[in-house]
């Protein structure tokens, strides 16, 4: 099983900065992709950020410009975002596309961190 912990969420004005990390641990074997899910009060969650490990990496169109996806391994992701808006207010959750000896490629999720952006 592999186990996602989220961290660096919080409150923050308008136009404010935060870095959110995730740290995968566990039993591992390959991580393919590990991506960045928001979820906002009343609505879906949906994807933010994904970084391959090809290294290539996708946004959201509302995120592009402004956050930035990142893995410093293969088991750490980190989510930088810039000028925050209030529409960014949500609950951030770490994804891990990776092999499972068992079942084969399954998604791990973490707990979530809050981001808050308000003035």
């Known amino acids: 099983q592999v186990q996602l912990v989220e961290s660096g969420g919080g409150l923050v004005q308008p136009g404010g900065s935060l870095r959110l990390s995730c740290a995968a641990s566990?039993?591992?074997?390959?991580?393919?992709?590990m991506s960045w899910y928001r979820q906002a009060p009343g609505k879906q969650r949906e994807l933010v950020a994904t970084?391959?490990?090809?290294?290539?990496t996708n946004y959201a169109d509302s995120v592009k410009g402004r956050f930035t996806i990142s893995r410093d391994n293969a088991k750490n992701a980190y989510l930088q975002m810039s000028s925050l808006k209030p529409d960014d207010t949500a609950i951030y959750y770490c994804?891990?596309?990776?092999?499972?000896?068992?079942?084969?490629?399954?998604?791990?999720w973490g707990q979530g961190t809050q981001v808050t952006v308000s003035s």
């Open positions: 994804n891990a596309h990776h092999w499972d000896r068992g079942t084969g490629w399954v998604d791990s």
């Open positions: 566990g039993i591992i074997f390959e991580i393919a992709d």
């Open positions: 970084r391959r490990s090809s290294g290539s």
